[in-house]
Each structure stands twice: as structure tokens, then as C-alpha cells.
């Protein structure tokens, strides 16, 4: 008898995994998930609480059509192959992953098996290697990329396919407790919902998108990471391109171009993509640092993303973007702490959208952001949380300060702090660093890093 393992990992999901649909027509199918500890290890709570409740969606999933999925912990690399062997199966079935441990990983499991394998890309749109330039090559500039992407007939989503399950053991390993029930329904449904809601408001998405207090965005990017829903099928339910839909899909372009780009040079998870930024001198101050993460550097733009991504896991992008050039630019902190702090505290924190987009707004990436292009947090605060709506909901020490004051609370008098209760230094920080100041700072560190 055929036995085909199907060992989920980044695609928590039956419908439109073609990892599933392989498995389900080579043979008696086990499903698995292998809970590797070195991931387990540099992940946040909240990020496993998140992965957890998605198992267990994934569990009843399965269950409802007659199968169970096996938990099992420890390395793949040691885990795997000693129990496709006691199994005795044929086959294992995966989704390729772009990141370049996992594709070390693979390559050492996959070179150890004596057993038919079947990788396929089902957590991109458009696989690596089918949106290239006329030379052949990846699309180093965004713009041409999707140009190309979008003349591309795309791969049609399909519906789980009926499974015949292998009566297998049932030796999972128990799931660690989930401390905290996320905020939000996890699994397929979860990301199905969310989706439907977006969907009757998608036309406003280009203008919404970078408010900060207004839920402008999909809020699928969890489910994307853990693939409780394919990107394939959030295309083909968005529907054919058009002036409401445009912005939207750019960004699922986006998401793919990233993963192109890390598939084809690996070594922008730690080297800038622009070799010419590789002399930085960076400040990497360990208090600013800290300040940074706490959401103490005394910017409440800045203050309000920092303590959102504590609390909840999840930090707007435009939000991002103002963070993330605030540590890079305005403190001088190399990129890649930053990344890595994103990387293991945010709930969608996935290695090539998150080196994409902090190379971007460090202005070493491809098709970066200009080395010149300084945030400044101030009118980006009064640009893009006017009302300071989103300021007072993690900033509660501010709340008291209007519209016009709450951007920049060093520039009122003590006088009028008082009467609000706000005391700087005490309550609420001064500035740890003067815009003016760090952005001169900023043009002559890049432009040094330039001239060598």
C-alpha cells in the first residue's frame, strides 16, 4: 500500500495546498506538523500562541473529513526520517519555503530519504523563476516586476480533495498550553471572515490603508504566514484587476517579488542587497535600543507602533514604516536588530516580507527607499493620525493633549503639561534624540558609507 506523508508547515489549510492535493492522490495520506524547537525557541508568546490555536483549527479541520493530524516535536532533520521509515511510506509531500534555513533544512531531509518526494510552491501566487526580466533574470526594481506578474495566467485555487487517511498511530506530541487565546479566530474560517469583511471595502483600501485608527487594511497577513488561507485563492476572490481592486493586489505582488528576491540571494536575510551599505558605521547604542522596543524614545508615533506590537503582536504598516526608519536613521541602529526584534515578536513576522521591508527603509534593499529619505515622525504623526486617535489608544498618559498637541508634547509649556497631567520625564520621556540633529547625522553616516 502507497502511504503519502503530507508534512504541513507554513500552510495551515486544506483548500488550495497543493502540498494536501498531492498527498491525497498518492496514496493513504498522514498528515504532520513538526514543532521545531530552535523555532519554538526564538519566537514570542504570542507568535506560538497564534501558531498553536492554528493547529488545533487544522486538527478539527481534518478530524471533521475523517483524519488526524500527528504533532510531533523535535528537529525535522532528525524527526522525519526515522519515522517515514517505521511508516514505511512511499512518499512526503510539502510546500517549498524561500527563507534559506528552511531550504538547508529541506536539502539535508530530502537528501537523506530513499522515497519519492513531491515539493511544490503553494505559498506564492507565482512561483520563483516565472517572472523574469528578458535576460532571465529576477526583476531587481519592483515596477517591472509587476508589470510582468500581472500578464501571467495564474494557477486556478481548488477545493480540499477527499482524502483517503493511513489508520496511523496517534502519537502526537500535546501542544503546549496556549497562555493567551489570540484576539482573533484563528484557522481557515478565521481567515475566510476576514477576508469577506475586507472584501465590500476593498475600493477605499489605496485611501484607508495608512491610518493607523482606521481598520483600512485586510488583516491577513497572519493568516498569509501561517497559510490558513492561500494567496492564490485571496486573488482569485478578489477578482480581476480594477481602479477599486489595483492597490490591493500590488501588495500580494509585493508579498511574491520578496520571496523571488530571497529565493535567487539568500544572503540579504544578513548583507544589504546594495553592496555599497555594507560600510555603515552604525551606532548600535543598547539603550536606544531598549527605548526603541519599550516604546520610550519620547516620539508618540513612534511610542504608540512599539507598545501596540508588544501588546497585541501586530503593528500597522504604515506604523512600521515610521519605526522602522526611526531606529535605522534617527538612532543609527544597524537594520538587522531591528528585523530580528520584528521577526520574533510580530504575530506575521515572516523572513523575506520582513528583510524586504526593512531593507527598504533602511535604503539598502532593491529598489529601496532613497538613503536620503528621513521619516520625520513628527509630520508623519500629524499627516497620518491627525486626530491622534491611534496615539491616545496605546499612549493613555497623552490622552488629555489635543489634536495639535499630542504630536510633539515637548513643544508645549510645563504649564499646560501640568494641567493635563502629562510630566515629561517622569510620565511620559523627552526626545531621546533631536529630529534635526539625528537627520544630519543620518546623511552624512550614509554618505561616508557612500564615498567608500
Sequence with gaps: MSIAVCWFRKDLRLNDNPAWGS???????IPIFVLEPSLLESTSQRKKDVLFSNLIALQFELESVGGYLL????????????LLSDWKATSLHFNKDHAPAAKERDKVICESLNIDQHGHWGNLILPPGTVVSGSGSVHKVFTPFYKKWV????????????????????????????????????GSSGAYQRLKNFLPKISEYETDRDYPSINGTSLLSSDLHFGTIGPR???ELVGNETEHSASFIRQLAWRDWYAHLMDLSPEIVLSPANPVYKKIEWRND??????W???????????????????????HNRVRMITGSFLV??????????????????IDGDT????????????????????FRIFNPIRQSEKFDKEGTYIRKWIPELSALNSKQIHSPWEISDEELNEVGVRLGTNYPFPIVDHSFARERCLETYKAARAN
Design 23 to 29: 498527498a491525497c492522490s498518492n496514496g493513504a495520506v
Design 71 to 82: 504533532t510531533l516535536y523535535g528537529p525535522s532533520k532528525e524527526v522525519l526520517p526515522s
Design 151 to 186: 500578464t501571467i495566467d495564474k494557477v486556478s485555487a481548488y477545493e480540499s480533495p477527499t482524502a483517503n487517511f493511513h489508520t496511523q498511530p496517534r502519537i502526537s506530541e500535546s501542544l503546549q498550553p496556549i497562555r493567551e487565546t489570540p484576539s482573533f479566530e484563528t
Design 233 to 235: 485563492e485571496v486573488l
Design 286 to 291: 543598547v539603550d536606544d535600543f531598549d527605548n
Design 293 to 315: 522596543v519599550q516604546g520610550k524614545t519620547g516620539y508618540p508615533i513612534v511610542d504608540a507602533g512599539m507598545r501596540e506590537l508588544m501588546e497585541t503582536g501586530f503593528m
Design 329 to 346: 536613521k534617527h538612532l543609527l541602529i544597524d537594520w538587522r536588530w531591528g528585523e530580528k526584534y520584528f521577526r520574533h515578536t510580530l
Design 352 to 371: 523575506s516580507q520582513n528583510v524586504g521591508n526593512w531593507q527598504w527603509v533602511a535604503g539598502t534593499g532593491f529598489d529601496a527607499s532613497p538613503y
